[in-house]
C-alpha cells in the first residue's frame, strides 16, 4: 500500500498576485502575457508554499528588470533617470521632515508659515518631477525651500536642510525622466505622493521621531535600492544620489578636524568611522549601479 | 554579434533548447532541466526575460500558437542570427575546454 501524496493547498494570495503581475508586465502584449501566466501555472502546479512564492517573485523581478529595461536601454539613460529618482526621493524626505516640524513644534508663527510653505513647494515639486517635467519641478521645489532656510540660518538643522535640499535639486537638474509613463494612474500616484509626504510627516510629527525620515533616507531605502539594482539598475543610482548627499552632509568638514585633531566635542574616531561609512556607501551603489549597468547589456 | 559573446549559462542553454526546433516556454524550461540533469532550473521571469531580449535582439522569434488540448501556446525558434551565436559561443567554450584538456596532458573524455 502506498501513500497517497498530501494534496497541495491553494494559495490564493499568490494566484492573485501572478495574475496581476502578469498582466502589468511592462511593454508585453496580452497573449505574450497570458503565456508567460500559464508557463508560470504550470510550473508552480506541484509546488509548496514558499517554492510558489519564489516563481511568483522571479515574475515579479521580470516585471522591474522589464520595466528598466524598456525606459533606459543605455547606460547613460539608467544613470540620468536614476539620478531623478533620486532626486525625487530625497526631496520628498525633505518635505517629510520640514511638514513634521511644521506641525509638530512650538515654533513663531513666521518659522511656521515657512516651513509650510516650503513643505508644500518641496513636495510638489517632487511630485511634478517625476511626472517628467524637473526643471519646472527644481525650480517649485528651490522657491519654496529658501524662505525656509532664510528662518533656519544659524540653527543646528541649516546645513542638513540646505544640503539634502541642493543634493536633491541638482540630481532633478542633472537628471531625466522616463520617456515612458505608467499607463495607469499617473496623476492619482502624484497625488498619493504629496498625501503619503503629508501623512507620514503627521505621524512622525505627533510621535516626535522626526529624525525617522532621515534614517529610513539614508539607510532603509537606499539599501533596498541597491538590492533592486540588480534588476534595474536606475535604483542603484537613485541610491547614489541619497547616500552621496549622507556622506556630504554627514558632518561637515568633520573628517578634516577629526583628523587635525581639532575636535573638542565629538570623538574623533567616531567622525572618522561615520565618514568611511558613508564614503564605502557611496562606493557600494556606485559598483553595483555600474555592474548592473554591464550586465544589463549582456545576453 | 561578437559584442553578445559570452553569453550567460541560462541564455546558452535556452538557445541550446531551441536548437532542435521550436518549442514553448514549459517545454524550454523542461528541456534545459533535462539537459543540464537537473543543474539549472529556469525560472519563468529568467526565461521571459531571457526570451524577451533575445527577441528584440533577433536571435529568437515567435512563431505561432498551436494548442494540444491545453491552453494555447506560444512557440519560439531560433533565427538564422540565432543559430550563429550559439554556433560561436559553442565553439569558443569548445576551445577554453580544449585548452585546459592539452594542458592538463590529458585525452578529452
Not at chain 1, 502584449?29 to 522571479?58: C, F, W
Not at chain 1, 518631477?129 to 528651490?142: E, H, K, W, Y
Not at chain 2, 512557440?75 to 543559430?83: E, K
Request: glycine share 10%.
Amino acid at each position: 500500500m502506498t501513500n497517497a501524496p498530501t494534496p497541495i493547498a491553494p494559495c490564493p494570495v499568490n494566484d492573485r498576485m501572478l495574475t496581476w503581475l502578469c498582466r502589468h508586465l511592462d511593454g508585453i502584449d496580452p497573449a505574450q502575457q497570458h503565456e508567460i501566466e500559464v508557463t508560470t501555472r504550470e510550473l508552480i502546479a506541484d509546488r509548496r508554499g514558499v517554492a510558489k512564492a519564489i516563481e511568483v517573485a522571479s515574475i515579479a523581478a521580470l516585471s522591474i528588470r522589464l520595466r528598466g529595461r524598456r525606459a533606459a536601454g543605455q547606460p547613460a539613460a539608467a544613470w540620468l533617470q536614476g539620478a531623478l529618482l533620486g532626486g525625487v526621493i530625497l526631496l520628498g524626505v525633505v518635505a517629510v521632515e520640514t511638514w513634521a516640524e511644521a506641525l509638530g513644534s512650538g515654533a513663531e508663527a513666521s518659522t511656521r508659515l515657512a516651513a509650510v510653505l516650503a513643505a508644500l513647494c518641496v513636495s510638489c515639486g517632487a511630485a511634478v518631477a517625476r511626472r517628467g517635467m524637473p526643471l519646472r519641478g527644481a525650480a517649485l521645489a528651490s522657491a519654496g525651500i529658501v524662505p525656509h532656510l532664510v528662518e533656519l540660518h544659524g540653527g543646528d538643522r541649516f546645513f542638513a536642510a540646505f544640503s539634502a535640499a541642493a543634493v536633491g535639486v541638482l540630481a532633478l537638474l542633472l537628471g531625466s525622466p522616463s520617456p515612458r509613463r505608467s499607463r495607469h494612474g499617473s496623476v492619482a500616484f502624484d497625488t498619493a505622493l504629496v498625501i503619503g509626504i503629508f501623512g507620514a510627516a503627521a505621524v512622525l510629527g505627533s510621535l516626535h521621531a522626526v529624525g525617522v525620515a532621515s534614517v529610513v533616507a539614508t539607510g532603509v531605502l537606499p539599501a533596498l535600492l541597491v538590492g533592486l539594482a540588480v534588476l534595474d539598475p536606475r535604483f542603484g543610482a537613485a541610491a547614489v544620489v541619497l547616500w552621496g548627499w549622507r556622506f556630504i552632509a554627514s558632518e561637515p568638514g568633520g573628517l578634516g578636524r577629526a583628523l587635525a585633531g581639532l575636535t573638542d566635542d565629538q570623538d574623533p574616531l567616531v567622525l572618522m568611522t561615520r565618514w568611511l561609512v558613508m564614503a564605502i556607501g557611496v562606493f557600494i551603489a556606485i559598483a553595483v549601479t555600474h555592474r548592473a549597468v554591464r550586465r544589463s547589456l549582456l545576453l | 554579434m561578437a559584442d553578445h559573446v559570452p553569453l550567460r549559462e541560462p541564455t546558452y542553454l535556452i538557445l541550446t533548447a531551441l536548437a532542435s526546433g521550436p518549442a514553448h516556454g514549459y517545454g524550454i524550461i523542461k528541456s534545459v532541466d533535462e539537459m543540464s540533469e537537473g543543474r539549472v532550473r529556469l525560472r519563468a521571469g529568467t526565461l521571459y526575460g531571457a526570451i524577451d531580449r533575445l527577441e528584440q535582439d533577433g536571435y529568437v522569434a515567435f512563431v505561432g500558437e498551436s494548442s494540444e488540448g491545453g491552453p494555447p501556446r506560444r512557440y519560439y525558434r531560433l533565427t538564422s542570427a540565432g543559430t550563429s551565436l550559439l554556433r560561436d559561443e559553442a565553439a569558443r567554450l569548445a576551445a577554453n575546454a580544449d585548452l585546459a584538456w592539452s594542458r592538463l596532458g590529458v585525452a578529452r573524455p
